[in-house]
Nanobody, 123 residues
């Protein structure tokens, strides 16, 4: 069974920085895309950043220049470095990944989510 566990959420002042981590565990053949979403109170969950298995990244326009997504394939861990945080970015940040595991007839890909980590940015 695959699990994604986020960590690194905290209370920080506006303009501050945080580094989130997403560690995958289980019997994993390969992790394809890793994504970070956030759920801000009163708004729909939004995609913040994505990274492919080869390291190609994509960031939402609202975070370009401030956030960086990366991954360590050997450690099966993804990261989201967040700088110059704004109070309106307070919310729960979720890790999501497409993970290839062993199935009954060979390999299979599943879509997995972590439990989320709270980021609170005070103004």
């Amino acid at each position: 069974q695959v699990q994604l566990v986020e960590s690194g959420g905290d209370l920080v002042q506006a303009g501050g920085s945080l580094r989130l981590s997403c560690a995958a565990s289980g019997v994993i053949i390969r992790i394809n895309n890793m994504n970070w979403y956030r759920q801000v109170p009163g708004k729909a969950r939004e995609l913040v950043a994505s990274i492919t298995s080869s390291g190609t990244t994509n960031l939402a326009d609202s975070v370009k220049g401030r956030f960086t997504i990366s991954r360590d394939n050997a450690k099966k861990t993804g990261y989201l470095e967040m700088n110059n945080l704004k109070s309106e970015e307070t919310g729960v940040y979720y890790c999501n990944a497409g993970v290839v595991t062993y199935g009954t007839d060979g390999s299979r890909q599943g879509d997995y989510w972590g439990q989320g980590t709270q980021v609170t940015v005070s103004s």
